[in-house]
């Protein structure tokens, strides 16, 4: 988020931030003009944007998915949310729900890759050597176990080693999910995480992203490579992620994640 208000202003953009308390860093909102809200006031933020002069919107940084029973949800959030039904339930439901509130109001919601471009890698091997064939059928089954979930609204990542699923993302978060993986592979060649996108996903929020973090989880858990699909997920630092596969041994590659069928 701080890079995306730095490279607007650089641009002559005047910049106005909504914050989340308990949410935001602190860090991403010094020097720019801004607002702390709670998760939930939906009115109150689409008026603070009004209130800037703001036409365009974009939505970036880790969020903690609370209960919606631990929200003090406004009218305007508990009419939205009772007309969505079971959408509200997985994180890209929400956010499209999200993205449709914003755009009733008549701003533009635009993606990250819109404002700050070139985060978005294509196919092809950023690290690594030639893939071999136990590598490519955990790939595989990496997408599969990722189609199956992602239809489901559960999660963007997996982790498998030899053909088994050892752990599935959900509510933790990657990192977390890299973690637990790495206290269930089994002996022999580590596992390889899948990241990708949700099958319709809503892209301009919530993309499947990796950076040096990502890379440092997976070292650290003793996994043997990382496998993302390619034109949907944003690769953050794409040198020093690069560089820290590199150190670490593993692979590095971005694949086409469309069902052939």
Same mark, same amino acid.
């Given at each position: 988020?701080?890079?995306?208000?730095?490279?607007?202003?650089?641009?002559?953009?005047?910049?106005?931030?909504?914050?989340?308390?308990?949410?935001?860093?602190?860090?991403?909102?010094?020097?720019?003009?801004? $607002?702390?809200?709670?998760?939930?006031?939906?009115?109150?933020?689409?008026?603070?944007?009004?209130?800037?002069?703001?036409?365009?919107?974009?939505?970036?940084?880790?969020?903690?998915?609370?209960?919606?029973?631990?929200?003090?949800?406004?009218?305007?959030?508990?009419?939205?949310?009772?007309?969505?039904?079971?959408?509200?339930?997985?994180?890209?439901?929400?956010?499209?729900?999200?993205?449709?509130?914003?755009?009733?109001?008549?701003?533009? %919601? $635009?993606?990250?890759?819109?404002?700050? *471009? *070139?985060?978005?890698?294509?196919?092809?091997?950023?690290?690594?050597?030639?893939?071999?064939?136990?590598?490519?059928?955990? $790939?595989?089954?990496?997408?599969?176990?990722?189609?199956?979930?992602?239809?489901?609204?559960? *999660?963007?990542?997996?982790?498998?080693?030899?053909?088994?699923?050892?752990? $599935?993302?959900?509510?933790?978060?990657?990192?977390?999910?890299?973690?637990?993986?790495?206290?269930?592979?089994?002996?022999?060649? +580590?596992?390889?995480?899948?990241?990708?996108?949700?099958?319709?996903?809503?892209?301009?929020?919530?993309?499947?992203?990796?950076?040096?973090?990502?890379?440092?989880?997976?070292?650290?858990?003793?996994?043997? +490579?990382?496998?993302?699909?390619?034109?949907?997920?944003? %690769?953050?630092?794409?040198?020093?992620?690069?560089?820290?596969?590199?150190?670490?041994?593993?692979?590095?590659?971005?694949?086409?994640?469309?069902?052939?069928?």
């Amino acid at each position: 988020p701080r890079r995306i208000a730095e490279s607007a202003s650089g641009a002559g953009r005047p910049v106005f931030i909504v914050a989340f308390e308990g949410h935001t860093d602190p860090g991403t909102v010094e020097g720019f003009d801004h $607002v702390w809200l709670k998760l939930g006031q939906t009115d109150a933020a689409l008026r603070a944007l009004h209130g800037a002069g703001c036409v365009e919107v974009v939505m970036a940084g880790p969020m903690r998915r609370p209960t919606l029973s631990s929200l003090s949800l406004d009218r305007r959030s508990m009419t939205a949310l009772a007309k969505a039904g079971t959408r509200i339930f997985g994180d890209d439901g929400l956010l499209s729900l999200i993205v449709e509130e914003i755009e009733r109001d008549g701003f533009r %919601v $635009v993606g990250v890759e819109d404002l700050l *471009g *070139g985060y978005l890698a294509y196919e092809g091997t950023l690290s690594g050597g030639p893939l071999g064939d136990m590598d490519e059928r955990d $790939v595989a089954r990496g997408v599969a176990a990722l189609r199956a979930i992602g239809a489901a609204d559960i *999660g963007q990542a997996v982790a498998v080693q030899e053909g088994l699923v050892l752990a $599935v993302e959900a509510i933790e978060g990657t990192d977390a999910m890299i973690a637990r993986a790495g206290s269930l592979r089994r002996s022999g060649a +580590g596992p390889v995480l899948v990241k990708g996108s949700k099958p319709g996903q809503e892209g301009r929020a919530d993309r499947p992203t990796i950076g040096e973090g990502t890379v440092a989880a997976a070292a650290a858990a003793g996994f043997r +490579g990382i496998a993302f699909e390619a034109g949907a997920t944003l %690769v953050i630092d794409r040198p020093a992620t690069v560089r820290a596969v590199e150190q670490a041994g593993l692979f590095l590659v971005a694949r086409n994640f469309a069902d052939p069928t």
